[in-house]
């Protein structure tokens, strides 16, 4: 796990080969990576609600990280080949997302939680599998917006402000993630509504 030091963006670190992957070549500072970024996964916020998508496809939750990186990173949409500090075995990251996927299915079949819980659920087992190098948060909460907008909800707020600095709404945020780790997802449903 990373020290509360730690910029927020460096939550995943990067194996020494990972930089390769950058494709604008002349991005040197953190912000402006930041800002490239954010600019790609604007762009594909509009793609991602779009309905003809299935949000429960694997094959669809692999486009939609490559949609959101990848004029950045050149591994967008591929999963990890190295293991991380967060996330299961690199050889697990398969079944790990065929589970997450299946049990959704299986709880909206029978009716097991209410909507946002559904959804905060899969976002909480989607970032538990980690399966990319880096985005994993961006993306499983994206993930978690569409499905709970596909099942009749608005959107996510997570806190209204940006999780990606360090403070205090970070920190709510990394507590409740930890708390849903021992299978309580109360204070990662209230954050996702706040
Ligand atoms: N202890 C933790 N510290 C940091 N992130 C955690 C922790 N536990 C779970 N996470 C999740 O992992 C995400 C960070 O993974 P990753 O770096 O791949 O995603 P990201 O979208 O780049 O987010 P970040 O801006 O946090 O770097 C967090 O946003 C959070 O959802
Ligand atoms: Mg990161």
Redesign the pocket.
Known sequence: ??SPDDE??H??PLTAEEPEGLIPSHVTLRRELNELEQQNIIDADTWAFNRRHNPLSERFLRGLHRRMFGKVWRWAGHCRTSNKN?GVDRQQIPIGLHEAVSNVLYWIEHNTFPADEVAVRFHHAL?FV?P?P???????RLAADILTARLGRRRFTWGRSS??TVGETRRVY?EA??TADNHDFTALIAFARS
């Open positions: 796990m990373t927020p963006t939550a995943t967060i970032v980690h990319f880096n985005g994993n948060g961006r993306w499983s999780l990606r990394i993630l930890k």
